[in-house]
C-alpha cells in the first residue's frame, strides 16, 4: 500500500491555520511545526502569569485541524466577556494552559488536546521553551516583543530570540524525512521567520532532499512589509535560509475590486502584494500563480481548499 506523502509546515497563526484549514482533507501527512513566541491578547496575559512558552497559534492550528462538528471547533475559539480576569481569554488557550500546568509540556498538552479534537495530524510547537522574539529595525532599534514588533510598524533589517532558543529535537527530523516543506501563509516576520531564525531548523532546510516551497500572502503587513512584491517576500526569507533554497512559490493573481482595495488600505494600511514578474522571472524558483482569494465575507481572504490542490497538485508531480 502507497504511503501518504508528507508535508511539514512552518508557521503560526491565521495563516498556518486557513492552509491547514483545507489541506486536511487531502490524503497527506502533515506536520505543523507552530511558533510560541506571541506576546499579545489572551495569549500574553497566560504567558506572562504562568510562564509558559505561547498557546494562541497552537490553538488555532488545532481547531482547524479537528475533524469534529463546527460546535466543537467554536467553543475552542469563543472568548469570554465578563468583568474579570477572564475577560478575552479564548477557551482553548484556557484548556491548553491548564494541560501545560498539569503535564509540565505544551508538546504533551498538545497531544492530548489532539485526541479531545479528534486531530489526525501532528502538531508541534517549535519549542518548549519562553522566548521572546527581538527585531532590529533598519534605523538601528531593537525592538522587543512580537506584538510590539507589529505594532511599530516598522521595517527590520533582522530578527532573533532574547534567549538561545531549544527547538524540539523532532523537528529536524520531520524536516529531513519530508515530501514537501512549506513556508506558510501569513505575517512575514512574526509567523514564518520565528521558525526560521532557529540555525537546528535552517541546517534541516538546506539538508532535506525535500521541495521548499512558499505561500506568499495576498496582502501587505503596515510598516513592515510596505511595497513589497513577491519577489521581496522570498528575499526577506533568503536572508535566514539561504539565497535559491525555496524551490516553488505560490502567489495569487485574483483580480480585487478597486472598492475592496480602497476600503483595506484606508482601513488597514494594508496593498495587494503584487506579483513583480519582471524579478520573479530572473529567479531560479517555479512561480506558481492562480485565482486564489475569496471576499464573500467582504473581507479578501485565501480559499482554503483552492490553495490546498494547488499545493497537492505541486506534491503529486
Known sequence: MQ??????????????????????????????????????????????????????????????????????????EYRLSTYSDLNGHAIGNLILTSLIKETGSLKTSIEYLSKILDVKQKVL??????????????????IEGEEQITK???????????????????????????DLVILSLGSLYTSVMPNIICKD?????KKT???VMYVCNAMTQPGETDGFGV??????????????????VIASNTIIPRKMLEKYETEEQKDQVPIDHE??????????????????????????LKLSSVIFSYLMR
Open 3 to 76: 504511503k501518504n506523502k508528507k508535508i511539514v509546515i512552518l508557521g503560526g497563526g491565521t495563516g498556518t491555520s486557513f492552509v491547514l484549514r483545507g489541506l486536511k482533507y487531502f490524503p497527506v501527512d502533515i506536520t505543523a511545526v507552530i511558533t510560541v513566541s506571541d506576546n499579545g491578547a489572551s495569549t500574553g496575559r497566560l504567558r506572562e502569569e504562568f510562564s509558559i512558552p505561547a498557546v494562541g497559534d497552537i490553538r488555532k492550528v488545532l481547531s482547524s485541524l479537528s475533524t469534529m462538528p463546527d460546535e466543537i471547533r467554536d467553543v475552542m
Open 201 to 205: 531548523v535552517v541546517n534541516a532546510i
Open 152 to 178: 511599530a510598524h516598522k521595517k527590520y533589517k533582522k530578527l532573533f530570540y532574547k534567549e538561545d532558543p531549544h527547538i524540539l529535537p523532532e523537528i529536524p527530523e520531520e524536516i529531513l524525512n519530508a
Open 209 to 211: 532532499k525535500a521541495k
Open 279 to 304: 524579478n520573479t522571472r530572473k529567479a531560479k524558483y517555479e512561480l506558481i500563480e492562480e485565482d486564489l482569494l475569496t471576499m464573500e465575507d467582504g473581507t479578501i481572504k485565501h480559499n482554503s
Open 125 to 142: 510547537p517549535l519549542s518548549e521553551d519562553f522566548l521572546t522574539l527581538m527585531g532590529e529595525t533598519t534605523d538601528g532599534e531593537i
Open 231 to 248: 519577489s521581496d517576500h522570498v528575499n526577506a526569507l533568503e536572508q535566514y535560509i539561504g539565497k535559491d533554497e525555496i524551490d516553488v
